[in-house]
């Protein structure tokens, strides 16, 4: 069965640090891969997608995200958090080919910056 | 453009009793699906509707079933509620098209269900 493991469940950083919050996935097959985000009150928000192409994505607010195929690994970064970026991160996948858009996600990483 | 909305908010339930849950679909989409996320854990998909019929189905029990109507807009239904059925249930839509991999799936704010 597909499953999504984040490593990180609860982050605790200064404003200016450096971010790194790891994801892995176990599937055989092709997947795409999301990092979704949910700031305190809000909805789930796409952060960041990977499909295909340069395993480098780049998303919203200075994240980025490295997919390392040969790891099954597509870690989330950010080289200077802001106490804004204060919520809860989510890694999920998509197996290819799918005819849904079912989504598994990881149990999630609780970021907090302090200011 | 109107986002995804939920309805009710929060919701209060005893075990044994049935809940329906109703979501919004984002103006344009013609696909909803579901997930239903724990306390402190990711969301778990239930199912998906495409275009008023279930289209996947994930590893829940039948008394989780769902209808889809032809403006897009969704229903969640729950029979003999269980104690670990109280979650956050989310629901998702995207458009989508015939035999599509995957397309962008835009999240409401969840329906807080809390059986007692």
């Given at each position: 069965a597909q499953s999504v493991s984040q490593h990180n469940h609860h982050v605790i950083l200064s404003e200016a640090a450096s971010l790194e919050l790891g994801c892995n996935y176990s599937y055989g097959g092709t997947v795409n891969l999301f990092w979704y985000v949910q700031y305190p009150g809000q909805h789930l928000q796409l952060l960041l997608k990977y499909f295909?192409?340069?395993?480098l994505v780049k998303g919203i607010k200075g994240f980025e995200a490295e997919f390392i195929k040969s790891k099954f690994s597509f870690n989330l970064r950010k080289p200077s958090v802001q106490w804004s970026d204060t919520a809860e991160y989510f890694c999920a996948v998509n197996a290819k080919?799918?005819?849904?858009?079912k989504l598994i996600f990881g149990q999630g990483t609780t970021l907090q910056v302090k200011p | 453009e109107t986002g995804v909305t939920q309805s009710p908010t929060h919701l209060i339930k005893t075990r044994g009793q049935q809940v329906t849950l109703r979501c919004s679909s984002q103006s344009g989409h013609n696909t909803v699906s579901w997930y239903q996320q724990a306390l402190g854990q990711g969301p778990q998909f239930i199912f998906q509707y495409y275009r008023e019929e279930e289209n996947g189905r994930g590893?829940?029990?039948?008394?989780?079933s769902g209808l889809q109507f032809p403006n897009y807009s969704s229903e969640l239904n729950v029979n003999a509620?269980?104690?670990?059925?109280?979650a956050l249930y989310l629901c998702a839509s995207s458009l989508g098209t015939s035999g599509s991999s995957y397309n962008e799936q835009f999240f409401g704010p969840g329906t807080r269900l809390t059986v007692l």
């Open positions: 295909s192409g340069d395993p080919p799918s005819n849904t858009g | 590893n829940f029990p039948p008394r989780f509620l269980e104690l670990d059925d109280s």
